[in-house]
Structures are given as structure tokens and as C-alpha cells.
């Protein structure tokens, strides 16, 4: 490391130090008014007036009204610092996006007012709706992230890891129509949309060992009718395909409709099916992903070896990653073996541990993005390894 690096490396953890109170501030508050996927306006707006000051800020960016875009600085190469900031149904922040938001936004502030005169282009990106939105689908489809040379973002959870591979994913809504009778009067005049729905569930329960075993096909039933005595005319169900790739995914779910379609046709019903953004899987970069894990030990945090197998989730980040060179590490936030999606996380991201544990993972980014900006050289061997590699799939 050179003595120029080292001075910027200190410069950013001296403002991350100033920063603290604000971004703990940011986190906690966030976590008190959780917002669900694409209604993140409280949310928004608080991370609009943080940027304020040091970023020219535009919000409702990509037709979203709680997306918004930072920027400081000119010219290439474009670092483009990710913020994400709804929270889950019933759980509220029990993925942890509030410390997302805050340490996304502390390593994007940290940079710009430690460097200023590193060439190239600071921005903050707000991505609504990574729960099942696809918030970053619609931002990359709006040629929000045109321009942008990487992007860096992490993700809270019960181990801290520089890269891990994630499964691609397909949403899918499937609505039965059947007529509705008297269940015990005159069922026979009846065609159950219920029938029709536990038929489907059957039949992907028999395909599934027809299917890859990194695969998952799950789901659940929204609504099943209104009462015992009628023959439901209507049943709905939200599912979802998950898959190492997208082409599996696009085979699986193909299969999943047609055994859709044939239980309609079994019940007399018709079947209607529609289907959210797919969620591509990840391609980490390494090489910015060893500079974050290099700034975390640094640090005293304790950075476990990569486990590029078992099961995994979902995010928007993937379709990122598939277009420019992309990092998502993991944080420890919380003891080993706390779930994610959870009420136990929900509280763990709100304790001192894991705003603690943020600002060390913000100021990591932080001193990455310096890195990058500082070293072509460095930043070309990040573009060549994006080039020729592939997502990081499980041994």
C-alpha cells in the first residue's frame, strides 16, 4: 500500500468516524418506520437529505418515485454505490436493508469528502423494491445504470464473506376460476377452483424430483375460497422458481405452468398465470470483493473463506452483476445461525452490534472505491476479470 493510499484509507475512517451518529441515526430510524417494496417514501427521503450536502441529487429516477441518484465528481471510471431500503410484510427490517441504506450511503459520503481529487464520477443509487420488486430490473431497463463502471453494495447477515453465489428466480401469480354452488346442495353444479389449486401444489410436488436438486419450486395459497359450503370459484397462489441460472429457471417454470394448465383441465377451470421480473443470478467480482474483505481485516473484522455451495436466496443484484463488474459481501450482524427473513434479525439489525458492524463495512467500501478510483491499472484488471468470468456457482 502506498503512502498516498494509506493518508485516503485514514481520511475515509476519520469521516466515517464523523459520519457515525448520522448513519446509526439513519439506520435505526429507518428500522423504525419500515416500508414495504416500492412504497419506500420516508425512507427516500431521509437518504435524499443526508446526500444533499455533498451530492447533486435526483429523485424518482427510471419512472420509480423512490429511486433516486446521487453524484459528485466528472468523468470516468462511474462507482455507483448502492442503497436498499424496503422491508418484508409483517417482519419489517428483518433482512436488515436499514443497515444496507445507511452504510450504502456512509461509504458513497465518505469517499467524496476523503478524496476529492481522485478522478471519475462518486454516485449513490437508491434501489427500491429488491423484495420481490426488482428494483434494480427496472433501474437497468431505464438505463439508470448506463455509464456506471461498478457497483458496490453488501448485505447484512450471520457471517461476514466476500462473494456467495446467488440463485436465479421467477415469480409467478396463478389465479383458478371454476363456478361456484352449494357445496352439499348441488356440488355437482360446481367446479372448484380449490380443487383445481391442491391438484397444481400436487403436481409440483411430483416434479420436483424431476428437477435439479439446486432447484427450489415454492409457494403459498393467498386465498382459497370464502366459506366451507361453497365451491370456491376462485383460488390464488403467488410461487416462485428458484435456479443456479436463468435458462434452468425459464425450463423449470415452463414445466410449472403446463402442470398448472393440466389441473385446470382436470377441474373444469381455466387458469390464469402471470409472472414478476426474474432475479438473474450473481457474478461477483473478486478482485473488488478481495479489496473490500483487505479493508474489513484491516479493521480487526474476521472474513470467512468464500462457500460456494448450499443453499442461498435471490436479489436484484444479480441482474447488476451480469452487466458491469458488481460486489455484494456479507456482514456479520448477528449470531451465527439467526435466519434471515426473520423476527430474530428484524431485532438484531436494530442492536449496537450491527451498527457497529456497518460503519466498518461502509468505511470497507469506501477505501475499495478509492482503491479503484486511485488505479487504473487496478481498475482495468477488475474490467478483464468481468470480461471473461462467469457467476460463481456452487462446487
Known amino acids: 500500500m502506498s503512502g498516498a493510499a494509506a493518508e485516503i484509507h485514514e481520511r475515509i475512517e476519520e469521516e466515517i468516524r464523523g459520519l457515525s451518529d448520522d448513519l446509526i441515526g439513519l439506520s435505526l430510524d429507518l428500522h423504525a418506520h419500515p416500508e414495504l ?3 419506500e417514501k420516508y425512507a427516500a427521503g431521509r437518504l435524499t437529505d ?3 450536502a455533498d451530492f447533486a441529487v435526483e429523485e424518482g429516477v427510471g419512472g420509480l418515485p423512490t429511486a433516486f441518484r446521487g453524484t459528485a465528481g466528472a468523468g470516468s471510471p462511474v462507482l455507483a454505490f448502492l442503497c436498499e431500503y424496503d422491508a418484508l410484510p409483517g417482519i419489517g427490517h428483518g433482512c436488515g436493508h436499514n443497515l444496507i441504506a445507511a452504510g450504502g450511503a456512509g461509504a458513497a459520503i465518505a469517499l467524496r469528502r476523503a478524496a476529492p481529487e481522485l478522478p471519475g464520477t462518486v454516485t449513490c443509487v437508491g ?3 429488491e423484495e420481490g420488486a426488482g428494483g434494480k430490473v427496472l433501474l437497468l431497463e431505464a438505463g439508470v445504470f448506463d455509464g456506471v463502471d461498478a457497483a458496490l453494495m453488501f448485505h447484512p447477515g450471520d457471517t461476514t464473506m466476500p462473494i456467495r453465489h446467488a440463485t436465479a428466480t421467477r415469480q409467478l401469480v396463478l389465479e383458478f376460476h371454476g363456478v361456484a354452488a352449494h357445496a352439499a346442495a348441488s356440488a355437482q353444479d360446481g367446479r372448484s377452483a380449490l380443487a383445481a389449486m391442491i391438484q397444481f401444489f400436487t403436481g409440483v410436488d411430483s416434479l420436483r424430483q424431476f428437477v435439479p436438486e439446486t432447484s427450489r419450486l415454492h409457494g403459498i395459497i393467498t386465498h382459497g375460497g370464502d366459506a366451507p359450503n361453497v365451491v370456491p370459484a376462485y383460488t390464488r397462489a403467488e410461487f416462485m422458481v428458484r435456479a443456479l441460472t436463468g435458462d434452468v429457471v425459464d ?6 405452468e403446463a402442470v398448472a394448465t393440466a389441473a385446470a383441465t382436470a377441474t373444469g377451470t381455466t387458469v390464469r398465470i402471470s409472472g414478476g421480473l426474474g ?3 450473481r457474478k461477483n467480482n473478486h478482485l473488488i470483493a478481495g479489496l473490500v474483505a483487505g479493508h474489513l481485516r484491516r479493521q480487526g473484522v474476521t472474513v470467512e473463506q468464500p462457500v460456494l455451495r448450499g443453499g442461498t436466496g435471490s436479489s436484484d443484484i444479480g441482474n447488476v452483476s451480469l452487466v458491469l463488474p458488481t460486489v ?5 450482524v448477528m449470531d451465527t445461525g439467526t435466519p434471515t427473513h426473520s423476527a430474530a434479525m428484524a431485532e438484531a439489525v436494530a442492536l449496537p452490534r450491527a451498527q457497529q458492524a456497518m460503519l466498518r463495512m461502509a468505511t470497507a467500501l469506501a477505501c475499495a472505491g478509492a482503491d479503484l478510483l486511485a488505479d487504473p491499472e487496478l481498475f482495468d484488471a477488475a474490467r478483464a476479470e468481468f470480461a471473461v468470468s462467469g457467476p460463481d456457482l456452487p462446487s
Open 37 to 39: 417494496a416500492m412504497n
Open 50 to 52: 443526508l446526500l444533499r
Open 127 to 129: 434501489t427500491p423494491g
Open 251 to 256: 425450463d423449470i417454470a415452463g414445466r410449472v
Open 279 to 281: 432475479y438473474a443470478e
Open 328 to 332: 455484494h459481501p456479507y456482514l456479520q
